[in-house]
């Protein structure tokens, strides 16, 4: 992100993605049906349920948006923050136009599966050849 560089902010802050292998065998369940079906049951389901009926629609979609990214910028960085800040509307749109909370897990489990194993695994060559040796 162009922006990111200009301002010196970190695109994306990981770790190195060859990891020991306990966490290698946890990371992927974890990733791809665990941390969707609880994001978006918390950030979705629990927090603007009830308080579309207290305070209007608008702002509860902003306020679960951003406590969405938030909740991704410690382990992810800032430009993980931005990026989700984008992403977010679309699955909260789904929340409020579907009356229900599967069409945003499905949206969610779908962006992990890209995000974590088709995208890592299309650029996987590039990761190892790119990768300085030891």
């Known amino acids: 992100?162009?922006?990111?560089?200009?301002?010196?902010?970190?695109?994306?802050?990981?770790?190195?993605?060859?990891?020991?292998?306990?966490?290698?065998?946890?990371?992927?369940?974890?990733?791809?049906l665990i941390a969707p079906i609880t994001e978006e049951t918390l950030f979705r389901g629990i927090l603007i349920t009830p308080l579309k009926e207290k305070v209007k629609l608008w702002p509860t979609c902003v306020l679960s948006i951003f406590f969405f990214a938030l909740h991704h910028l410690f382990p992810f960085g800032v430009g993980a923050f931005i990026h989700i800040l984008f992403w977010a509307p679309?699955?909260?749109?789904?929340?409020?136009?579907?009356?229900s909370i599967?069409?945003?897990i499905i949206m969610h489990i779908t962006n992990n599966i890209f995000g974590y194993?088709?995208?890592?695994?299309?650029?996987?060559?590039?990761?190892i050849l790119s990768r300085p040796a030891s």
């Open 1 to 32: 992100m162009k922006i990111l560089e200009i301002l010196g902010i970190p695109e994306w802050k990981t770790d190195d993605p060859f990891i020991d292998l306990p966490t290698a065998l946890i990371s992927p369940p974890f990733a791809l």
């Open 90 to 99: 679309f699955p909260t749109v789904l929340f409020i136009w579907k009356k």
């Open 102 to 104: 599967y069409p945003s």
């Open 117 to 127: 194993l088709i995208i890592p695994l299309i650029f996987l060559d590039f990761l």
